[in-house]
């Protein structure tokens, strides 16, 4: 099918399928072919990984099985290199590559630590993420180094990333892309580099979203009824370039700990949410599919956030 042609189609596809029958049938959906695959969701947060002691490898195979189960269409592959952010690295290079065959269904993105930025400066990180981006990367991430949110070395990195256009999903919490309660440290980013899209993920965050957080929050899963709106709130509404990726136990958690706070911050949010697992372990157990479905969202809101936000910014 022509490219223009194959969109429409695709586009028909899924409003016919959040019309109502396509949506919540996780159990019974039928894998088809591997290509062009029209499904529920865009998830934008998942993993490759390498072996490692008794866990089976999730490979890209492993990977793909998985999202034909679940109706993902596509899905965004983030590297790991900071030493703070998994026990082995997983590269850009082993992502780029392992990614390649599939691009129909698989998004990579590229990551660089920023302490490694001493070696080439801004200079030579735009050239190496330009580099990246010649081999399909096309967003930066899982951006999880064990500095402040506005390290100074953190902030040459969104200087680059903000010449190059690249998205970027942060991981924050006490030990990774520190920031205090209220998240200045996130806002002085926003600022800026207003046309760097930040999308915040993990404890740190996803704490946020209560206005009575606590620093110990941002490195746990609170469970305390929300009384009233966050840092989260308060950015997603006065930055543009601010996003929030609703994947892991966090994004869960965030979202279930009140379900009626979050089920109306999802819907005042919706132009700014992003669907997401953080799949990263074969057989790993996934909250969000249930969690959303269960939760009656309205049909527009569930086509943004299960995938039109992420096809705008991932392209
Ligand atoms: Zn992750």
């Given at each position: 099918m022509k490219d223009t042609r194959r969109r429409d189609f695709l586009k028909k596809m899924s409003s016919i399928a959040f019309?109502?029958?396509?949506?919540?049938f996780s159990g019974c959906y039928q894998p088809s072919s591997r290509r062009n695959m029209v499904g529920n969701y865009i998830d934008v947060h998942v993993h490759i990984g390498h072996e490692w002691m008794k866990d089976e490898h999730l490979t890209v195979k492993n990977l793909l099985d998985w999202m034909d189960v679940h109706s993902v269409e596509k899905s965004v592959v983030l590297p790991l290199v900071s030493p703070?952010?998994?026990?082995y690295p997983v590269s850009t290079d082993y992502v780029l590559k392992e990614t390649a065959p599939h691009r129909d269904r698989l998004i990579p993105c590229c990551s660089i630590d920023?302490?490694?930025?001493?070696?080439?400066g801004r200079e030579g990180t735009v050239l190496l993420l330009k580099e990246y981006i010649d081999k399909g990367a096309k967003g930066f991430g899982?951006?999880?180094?064990?500095?402040?949110?506005?390290d100074s070395r953190n902030m040459v990195l969104y200087e680059s990333l903000n010449e190059v256009g690249l998205p970027c999903l942060f991981h924050l919490d006490n030990s990774r892309n520190m920031d205090k309660v209220g998240l200045p440290g996130l806002e002085k980013v926003l600022k800026t580099y207003p046309d760097l899209v930040m999308i915040g993920h993990a404890n740190g965050w996803w704490a946020?979203?209560?206005?009575?957080?606590?620093?110990?929050?941002f490195q746990s899963y609170p469970d305390r009824e929300i009384n009233r709106q966050g840092a989260v709130d308060r950015l997603l509404a006065e930055y543009p370039n601010m996003y929030g990726d609703l994947s892991a136990g966090s994004g869960a958690n965030a979202i279930s700990r009140d379900l009626e706070f979050g089920r109306a911050f999802i819907i005042r949010n919706a132009d700014k949410l992003l669907f997401g697992t953080d799949?990263?372990?074969?057989g790993q157990k996934i909250p969000q599919f249930e969690l959303y479905e269960n939760m009656d969202l309205p049909a527009d809101v569930r086509a943004k956030v299960y995938k039109g936000n992420a096809e705008r910014l991932f392209g």
């Open positions: 019309m109502g029958f396509g949506v919540g703070e952010s998994w026990f920023p302490r490694t930025l001493n070696l080439g899982e951006h999880k180094p064990g500095v402040a949110m506005d946020s979203i209560d206005g009575d957080a606590v620093q110990a929050d799949y990263l372990k074969v």
